[in-house]
Structures are given as C-alpha cells and as structure tokens.
C-alpha cells in the first residue's frame, strides 16, 4: 500500500455514488506516514552504523590494543548479560525492591528461626 500511494497517488477507486466515499479514514494514512518515517530512520541509521563498522575495520585500534581489549570486552559483554537478564527483568515487576527482601547468602542461622510446625 506504501508503494501504491508513492508510485500511483490517483489509483484510487471512488464511487460517486457511494455515500461512504464522502468520508475518509484518517488511521491508513497515519500509518503509512509512520512506516515510511520509520523505514527512513532505520535508512539513516543503517548508513551510519555500515559507515562506523568500515571505520573501525580500517583503524588499527584492534592491533594496537589487543592484549588490554579482550578483558575490556569481556567486562563488557559481562555486564551487558548481567543487566539484561537480571537486573531489568527485576525492575519489570510490580514491586522491583522485593529482589533484596531476603538475603542472597543466607547463614545456616537464618532457616533456625522459621515456624517449622504448629505443635513444636
């Protein structure tokens, strides 16, 4: 339909003799404007990414920084796991802080105070 409105904008089929052809549905419209601005900014977006990805390849960071750049990576894909699938899932929820309502590295201690059963 994007590409029948850009390539053919008179292609359209009136009836005049229909009496809904008087009225016009605005949300057609508004999509085709929203996936045409979106296919230009994953365009611009594209470009710019290909251009820093050619940049990168061409440099001689990699060569230069090799023994320090696989720690550095590392720490980074590390912390990247950690936050996506940890710490957002936590704050997704309803009440996020119950995440440290009860300790991680519980004591042996901690389970002696629990109500075991009723007739104790």
């Known amino acids: 339909s994007l590409v029948q409105s850009k390539f053919f904008p008179n292609s359209e089929d009136k009836n005049p003799e229909d009496p809904l052809s008087e009225v016009k549905d605005p949300l057609p419209e508004k999509l085709r404007n929203s996936v045409s601005e979106r296919l230009q900014?994953?365009?611009?977006?594209?470009?710019?990414?290909?251009?820093?990805?050619f940049a990168i390849h061409v440099s001689t960071v990699f060569t230069v920084l090799q023994p320090i750049l696989s720690y550095v990576l590392y720490a980074l894909v590390g912390t990247v796991g950690f936050v996506t699938h940890y710490v957002l899932p936590q704050l997704r929820k309803q009440l996020p802080w119950h995440c440290f309502s009860h300790p991680l590295l519980k004591t042996k201690e901690y389970y002696q105070f629990e109500v075991r059963s009723k007739y104790h």
Request: aromatic content about 8%; glycine content about 8%; charged content about 10%.
């Open 41 to 53: 900014s994953d365009l611009i977006v594209c470009i710019v990414i290909g251009v820093l990805y």
